[in-house]
């Protein structure tokens, strides 16, 4: 089995990078994003994870972008109305967040209810 490599450089190279060299290798708009510098609620999160790795956290800021840093780390993401575990694998740098959260889920429809439409009053109740 070959070891995971992000456009040649191993893992544990990446977890020894400092930040501009990362950077360097993400794609264009990841690049832009960091040079920019990180929002606020994405910095508290970061020294969370810091200060105690070991924990479970949470948080709702989807556009987060994956870094090195969070590699092993389980983060709940937030959907809309619940938090959805996330362990963070090193194939996921360079995205964010967001992208292995979904928003939306499949509906299924039945059968209409009773009083629906109009014709609805012709079906049998049960």
């Given amino acids: 089995m070959a070891k995971f490599q992000y456009r040649g450089v191993d893992i544990e190279q990446l977890k020894k990078m400092n930040y501009e060299d990362v950077r360097k290798l993400l794609n264009t708009r990841e ?6 510098g990180l929002r606020k609620p994405h910095k508290m999160l ?5 200060k105690s790795p070991g924990k479970f ?9 994956i870094t090195p840093e969070l590699f092993g780390i389980k983060i709940g993401v937030h959907n809309g109305k619940e938090y959805i575990s996330l362990e963070i694998q090193p194939e996921m740098l360079g995205h964010r967040l967001g992208e292995y959260v979904q928003t939306r889920r499949v509906v299924k429809h039945s059968s ?10 012709f079906v049998p109740l049960k």
């Fill in 57 to 65: 956290y949470r948080t709702r800021s989807r556009d987060i972008i």
């Fill in 112 to 121: 209409p209810g009773f009083g629906a439409t109009k014709s609805s009053k």
């Fill in 31 to 36: 690049r832009r994003s960091l040079k920019r």
């Fill in 46 to 50: 970061l020294e969370r994870i810091s």
